[in-house]
């Protein structure tokens, strides 16, 4: 960020020498037309006046200046500036004054701006091209988060790996922008049909996460068997023709019981091996696992 500094000399009776570009531009006279000029007539507004000459009077009394305020334009509207005034010396004494000015109201623009920006590169860093929703980082920080809150509030937490089903030869048999596209709808039919407060992200490849908190088994269930369904009446249409989605769905379920940590390794391992009993018994169905609590608290495996 680079704002220009507006500069300004005076003499010793405060009435203008010099000044730079930055200051024609920023209060939109030209030096032509204000040489000789009052200065803090020039600028201030009928409130400011009365400080402007203070600081001026102080400058020109040997003084170092540096204060925040308001000053007016040559077209009557105002602007904030940070302001500086020292005095300046030749030969040991003093001969007049300079002040600075930075347009305080063009850095904030411009310090919005740049928040602004760096609000959409964090978000850009944390959506998959592809689909628009999250991508695996961002959703393995929501996991942590909401295994967490499931921990402390005593809530059902669950972890639901969706695999789309033989992407392979989706790709080899319609082409790589079909199996995009399926994806695409993929994500979709999993929003469509979760819940507003469930989060959703592209683990990697063709597998996706549903990331489910304050659910039970049966609202747990219910929310994973409408994906499946959802997606089993998906129709792709393409130039080599049409084909329908399914998916492989492996869902690892912890149950409220308890306020230990949630052992994150535990869950996932538990949802990778109903997903893959969930391929192994032919595609397009669902596994549900329930990782239980046992008195102690302690998380442990189980179907």
Not at 72 to 83: C, F
Not at 190 to 219: C, H, K, P
Request: hydrophobic share 45%.
């Amino acid at each position: 960020m680079n704002i220009p500094v507006a500069v300004v000399t005076l003499d010793e009776k405060d009435r203008i020498i010099s000044c730079n570009p930055a200051f024609e531009e920023l209060f939109g006279y030209l030096l032509a037309d204000i040489e000789g000029s009052l200065l803090d007539e020039l600028i201030t507004t009928e409130h400011t006046l009365e400080e402007a000459m203070l600081n001026t009077r102080s400058a020109q009394r040997g003084k170092r200046v540096q204060k925040i305020g308001v000053r007016k334009r040559a077209d009557g509207s105002e602007v904030e500036v940070d302001i500086l005034a020292v005095p300046v010396m030749l030969a040991g004494e003093q001969i007049g004054a300079l002040a600075m000015y930075t347009n305080l109201t063009e850095q904030r623009k411009i310090e919005e701006q740049l928040k602004e920006s760096r609000d959409k590169l964090q978000v850009l860093a944390s959506i998959d091209p592809l689909t628009g929703i999250w991508n695996r980082r961002a959703i393995a920080d929501n996991i942590r988060i909401e295994a967490m809150r499931a921990a402390r509030e005593q809530q059902g937490f669950a972890l639901v790996l969706i695999d789309l089903d033989n992407l392979k030869s989706i790709n080899d048999a319609y082409g790589h922008l079909a199996g995009d596209k399926a994806l695409q709808k993929l994500a979709d039919a999993i929003q469509a049909v979760s819940r507003v407060y469930d989060r959703v992200g592209r683990w990697g490849g063709d597998e996706f996460m549903l990331v489910l908190f304050n659910v039970n088994e049966t609202t747990a269930y219910g929310v994973v068997d409408r994906v499946l369904q959802a997606v089993r009446k998906a129709t792709m249409q393409t130039e080599q023709g049409s084909f329908n989605l399914s998916v492989s769905i492996g869902v690892a379920f912890v149950s409220p019981r308890g306020t230990s940590p949630i052992d994150l390794d535990e869950v996932f391992s538990l949802a990778d091996k109903a997903l893959y009993e969930a391929k192994a018994a032919g595609r397009d169905t669902l596994v549900f696992k329930t990782l239980p609590v046992n008195p102690g608290g302690a998380a442990q495996a189980g179907k």
